[in-house]
């Protein structure tokens, strides 16, 4: 099966992605706006408690965070995704690196914390939209308490498997 870690922004902002994804992201209906900590990554039965006592671990020695979206970007030319990018924030550098610490260097990507807006589009239609989102003022700030392992469904889509508060021992 397929797991993830991700965390969810406020209703508010959720609700502004959401509003652009309905028309953009070919993922709206898999998957609510989030920013994802851990991509999609395969565990044996064997190992599940390891890896969710491990999740519980990183998340009670990270603190509540803030989170600041404050521009649309996009990673074109890798590809054509639009995101709501999201301002570097050292706690949320180090629970990234923390949760990620089992991958190789080769496979570590550098993290770039955004929530997607657009995905899938053709060249023209991506960047007709990402200059219309450009000339928007975006602005969002809140903190962020709990992070949450997500599994995928045979259908694609991903639901929260367990929520995990920052900063607490359970």
Known sequence: MKYGIACFPS?????????L????????SKIPPHITLKPPYTVEESEWKVKRNHIRTIAAHTPPFPVTAYKV?????????????IKQHETLQSLYEALNEDKSQKEKAEF??????????????????????NMKDIH?????DRIHWLYQ????TWTVYETFLLGKEE
């Open 140 to 144: 969002y700030e809140e903190t962020i």
């Open 112 to 133: 770039t914390p955004h929530i997607t807006i657009g995905q899938d589009l053709q060249d023209d239609e991506h960047f007709d939209v990402l200059g219309r989102l």
């Open 73 to 85: 970007d996009t990673f074109h030319p890798k590809e054509n995704k639009i995101f709501f990018k």
């Open 153 to 156: 469904l045979e259908d694609g």
């Open 21 to 28: 994804r309905k028309r953009y992201d070919t993922h709206y």
């Open 11 to 19: 209703k508010p902002l959720q609700d502004k992605a959401n509003r």
